[in-house]
C-alpha cells in the first residue's frame, strides 16, 4: 500500500503490504508500517515530533568522550514540508549513530528516563577507587506512557519471530524493534538497488531492566530486512550473553 503525501511523492509500507484499517501503535510497530508512523507523525505535528526526537537523542551528539563521533544536525521544523514530516516519522531524511539510537530506546526501558551514555564505571587500583556514577540526560515521557510503549515493545519483539532461532526466548521478557535502512546512492539522489543496512535494538522489559543491547549490520548479504539478519544475530548474542547480564527468565 502506498500513499501520497506531496505531489508525485508517496510513501508506501515497508513490503508493499495492504494495511488493515483501525490500526494500533502496536500493529503500526509490527508491521513496520510507514504509512501508519506517517498518520501519527501528522497528529503531533512537526514541531512536537522534533521535540521529542531531539529528546530522545536524534541529532545530537552524545558527549561520551570518545575520538570522532559523527551525528548529523535535525532540519529546524519550520523548514519541514508535507514529504519531510513523512519521512522523517519512519527515520528516513535523518541519521543517527548507534549509539543515539539506543540511547533513545532506554529511556523507553528506564521508565522515561534518558540516561547519559557512559563506557566507564569505575577506575580503580590497588589503593584507590574512582566511581563515574551514572547521570540522568533528561526526562523524556512520564512513566505511564513509558510503560505503554514497553508493552507495545514486548509484544512487537514476540511477533519478529526471534523464538524460531532460539526456543527458550519465550521464557524471557524482552521488548524492541527491529529497523531496515536503505542505502542512499553516493553520486546522486535515490538508493542503492538491494541492499540495505540493518539493525536490531531490544531490552529486558522484566522489573530487573537489567540491559539493552543494539547491533547494526552494514549490507548483510543478501540485503533484506532485519529480521532476516540482525533479529537471529541478537538473539544468538542474547543466549550467550543473558547470564552475565543479569537477565531472569519471567516463565
Not at 531524511?93 to 530506546?105: C, F, M, N, P, R
Request: hydrophobic share 35%; aromatic share 8%; glycine share 8%.
Amino acid at each position: 500500500a502506498c500513499v501520497e503525501v506531496l505531489a508525485d511523492k508517496s510513501i508506501c509500507t515497508a513490503r508493499r503490504n495492504s494495511v488493515s484499517t483501525p490500526t494500533s501503535l502496536t500493529k503500526v510497530l509490527i508491521t513496520s508500517d510507514n504509512i501508519g508512523s506517517y498518520y501519527i507523525a501528522k497528529k503531533l505535528g512537526a514541531k512536537t515530533l522534533y521535540d521529542y526526537l531531539v529528546k530522545f537523542g536524534i541529532g545530537n551528539y552524545t558527549n561520551l568522550g570518545l575520538a570522532n563521533e559523527q551525528t548529523d544536525t535535525l532540519q529546524k521544523p519550520e523548514k519541514w514540508n508535507e514529504l519531510d514530516l513523512a519521512v522523517i516519522s519512519f527515520g528516513h531524511s535523518e541519521a543517527s549513530t548507534l549509539l543515539q539510537t539506543v540511547s533513545g530506546y532506554s529511556a523507553i526501558a528506564n521508565y522515561g528516563v534518558r540516561m547519559h551514555p557512559s563506557i566507564v564505571s569505575k577506575v580503580k587500583d590497588a589503593k584507590s577507587e574512582l566511581d563515574f556514577p551514572p547521570k540522568i540526560e533528561e526526562t523524556v515521557i512520564d512513566p505511564k506512557s513509558s510503560d505503554m510503549m514497553v508493552d507495545a515493545l514486548a509484544e512487537t519483539f514476540s511477533a519478529q519471530g526471534g523464538q524460531y532461532y532460539w526456543r527458550d526466548l519465550a521464557n524471557y521478557r524482552l521488548a524492541g524493534k527491529t529497523g531496515t535502512a536503505q542505502i542512499p546512492k553516493k553520486d546522486g539522489p535515490g538508493y542503492e538497488e538491494g541492499k540495505t543496512n540493518v539493525t536490531m535494538i531490544a531490552f529486558d522489559a522484566s522489573d530487573n531492566r537489567s540491559f539493552i543491547m543494539g547491533l547494526r549490520l552494514e549490507e548483510p548479504e543478501g540485503g533484506g530486512f532485519s529480521s532476516e539478519s540482525a533479529l537471529p544475530v541478537w538473539v544468538d548474542l542474547f543466549e550467550h550473553l543473558k547470564d552475565s547480564l543479569g537477565v531472569v527468565p519471567v516463565k
